[in-house]
């Protein structure tokens, strides 16, 4: 019973992102279950101050060093210690005081911290998905080392996750990841080619960080949770099936050896996986909104046009290769998203940024975690490179 058992000491790196902000908000509503030890930013540094002074971390990351006085000088008459640069994150996930870690920092940058909690044997939140698209292998075999729980917080893995629950050695036939197809399903290149980085932030179903919300839109998000879901549940490709559902409300299925399907359903709200991943393995009461069925009388579901959105296509090449593939496909990725962002690429360079860069770097059939960075270094400057970044 609550109250009965220790707080769960929660450090959420990413606090000031969207999964951030939403973890606090689970937080919030749960005061005799968890309580905040370490919250990371990179740059903002006032919600992170206000964060910091509503949850009163032990400690506190904003990777920005330029934002390090102004945070310091914030916290001055609190006791919570004020760290900065990236190495700092680090540091701080080698803290013994805190269980679990959400990982909620976007991109590769998230890769090292998470390896670091890992190596402590901390309860993992995995939101981070390109911990995994990186260096699925390594990070695998760490969590088993050190007996880490990798829980995620992805919905269709966290969905995956819980159909799982109570079936012990049962083998999985299958996966079947739901993808809402984003704002341009059902458009083609002649469409895709005009897309403004506006429009592509605008997601039917999900409001998310900016990264992922363009992934989305190209799909290249349903690729890397192929791969996230190959390591989690050490699955071999074939057994990763995708579908489109543009409603959202299955939010993945699992597929057994008997031919029976286990679904895990719900509104689409991200505070149920993050509640759940925090919480496992207890449910927390809430009052989230209930779904209704009668509101949403068919649940429809379509092959993904791989051929419009090739990165789906990329990334399921990358699956089945294996080695540095999923690193470089991703480094590319995230440069990539990152220009569309910042208005100096279309949206279809986007794909052919990524394809011209896995072309490119020479494969490595078995990285060690030193490999993976170089991969994942070189990608970004041949990246840029293409794009004269
Ligand atoms: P976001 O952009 O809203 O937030 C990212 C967070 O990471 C911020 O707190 C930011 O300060 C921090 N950050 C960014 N770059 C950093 C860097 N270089 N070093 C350290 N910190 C850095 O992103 P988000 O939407 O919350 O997504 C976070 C992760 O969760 C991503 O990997 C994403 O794929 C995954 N995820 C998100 C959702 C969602 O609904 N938002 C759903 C599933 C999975
Ligand atoms: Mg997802």
């Given at each position: 019973m609550a109250g009965e058992t220790p707080k769960k000491r929660v450090a959420i790196f990413?606090?000031?992102?969207s999964i951030g902000t939403q973890a606090l908000e689970v937080v919030r509503a749960n005061p005799g279950l968890f309580e905040i030890e370490i919250l990371t930013a990179h740059t903002n540094d006032e919600l992170l101050i206000t964060q910091a002074l509503e949850f009163k971390p032990n400690a506190v990351v904003?990777?920005?060093?330029?934002?390090y006085d102004n945070v310091k000088a914030a916290l001055a008459s609190t006791a919570i210690k004020v760290f900065c640069g990236e190495k700092a994150l680090e540091e701080v996930a080698d803290?013994?005081?805190?269980?679990?870690?959400?990982?909620?920092?976007?991109?590769?940058?998230?890769?090292k911290p998470t390896l670091k909690a890992v190596s402590k044997g901390k309860i993992i939140a995995l939101a981070n998905k390109e911990t995994l698209v990186v260096a699925g292998d390594i990070v695998m075999q760490m969590a088993l080392e050190n007996r880490a729980p990798i829980i995620p917080v992805d919905s269709e893995h966290s969905a995956i996750f819980q159909c799982l629950v109570?079936?012990?050695?049962?083998?999985?036939?299958r996966i079947i990841l739901t993808a809402s197809?984003?704002?341009?399903?059902?458009?083609k290149p002649n469409f895709l080619v005009n897309v403004k980085r506006d429009h592509a932030l605008q997601h039917p179903n999900w409001s998310m960080g900016a990264k992922i919300t363009i992934d989305s839109a190209t799909l290249m998000n349903k690729g890397l949770e192929m791969i996230e879901a190959k390591w989690l549940f050490n699955?071999?490709?074939?057994?990763i099936e995708v579908v489109i559902h543009?409603?959202?409300?299955?939010?993945s299925m699992v597929q057994f050896e008997d031919g029976s399907i286990k679904a895990q359903m719900g509104l689409p709200d991200m505070k149920l996986p993050i509640q759940y991943a925090l919480g496992f393995p207890n449910r927390i009461k809430n009052d989230f909104p209930r779904l209704n069925f009668r509101k949403y009388p068919a649940l429809n579901f379509e092959e993904p046009d791989t051929k419009t959105f090739r990165n789906l296509g990329l990334a399921i090449e990358a699956l089945q290769k294996g080695g540095n593939t999923a690193c470089v496909l991703n480094a590319a990725n995230e440069i990539a998203v990152w220009a569309f962002l910042k208005n100096r690429?279309?949206?279809?360079d986007i794909t052919a940024v990524v394809e011209k860069t896995m072309a490119e770097i020479p494969f490595v059939a078995k990285p060690t975690l030193q490999e993976y960075f170089e991969s994942d270094g070189e990608a970004r400057n041949f990246a840029a490179s293409l794009m004269k970044l």
């Amino acid at each position: 019973m609550a109250g009965e058992t220790p707080k769960k000491r929660v450090a959420i790196f990413g606090s000031t992102g969207s999964i951030g902000t939403q973890a606090l908000e689970v937080v919030r509503a749960n005061p005799g279950l968890f309580e905040i030890e370490i919250l990371t930013a990179h740059t903002n540094d006032e919600l992170l101050i206000t964060q910091a002074l509503e949850f009163k971390p032990n400690a506190v990351v904003v990777v920005n060093e330029k934002k390090y006085d102004n945070v310091k000088a914030a916290l001055a008459s609190t006791a919570i210690k004020v760290f900065c640069g990236e190495k700092a994150l680090e540091e701080v996930a080698d803290f013994d005081t805190y269980d679990v870690m959400i990982a909620a920092i976007v991109g590769f940058a998230g890769l090292k911290p998470t390896l670091k909690a890992v190596s402590k044997g901390k309860i993992i939140a995995l939101a981070n998905k390109e911990t995994l698209v990186v260096a699925g292998d390594i990070v695998m075999q760490m969590a088993l080392e050190n007996r880490a729980p990798i829980i995620p917080v992805d919905s269709e893995h966290s969905a995956i996750f819980q159909c799982l629950v109570g079936e012990g050695r049962n083998p999985i036939e299958r996966i079947i990841l739901t993808a809402s197809g984003g704002p341009f399903l059902g458009k083609k290149p002649n469409f895709l080619v005009n897309v403004k980085r506006d429009h592509a932030l605008q997601h039917p179903n999900w409001s998310m960080g900016a990264k992922i919300t363009i992934d989305s839109a190209t799909l290249m998000n349903k690729g890397l949770e192929m791969i996230e879901a190959k390591w989690l549940f050490n699955l071999q490709p074939s057994q990763i099936e995708v579908v489109i559902h543009p409603q959202s409300i299955i939010h993945s299925m699992v597929q057994f050896e008997d031919g029976s399907i286990k679904a895990q359903m719900g509104l689409p709200d991200m505070k149920l996986p993050i509640q759940y991943a925090l919480g496992f393995p207890n449910r927390i009461k809430n009052d989230f909104p209930r779904l209704n069925f009668r509101k949403y009388p068919a649940l429809n579901f379509e092959e993904p046009d791989t051929k419009t959105f090739r990165n789906l296509g990329l990334a399921i090449e990358a699956l089945q290769k294996g080695g540095n593939t999923a690193c470089v496909l991703n480094a590319a990725n995230e440069i990539a998203v990152w220009a569309f962002l910042k208005n100096r690429i279309g949206f279809l360079d986007i794909t052919a940024v990524v394809e011209k860069t896995m072309a490119e770097i020479p494969f490595v059939a078995k990285p060690t975690l030193q490999e993976y960075f170089e991969s994942d270094g070189e990608a970004r400057n041949f990246a840029a490179s293409l794009m004269k970044l």
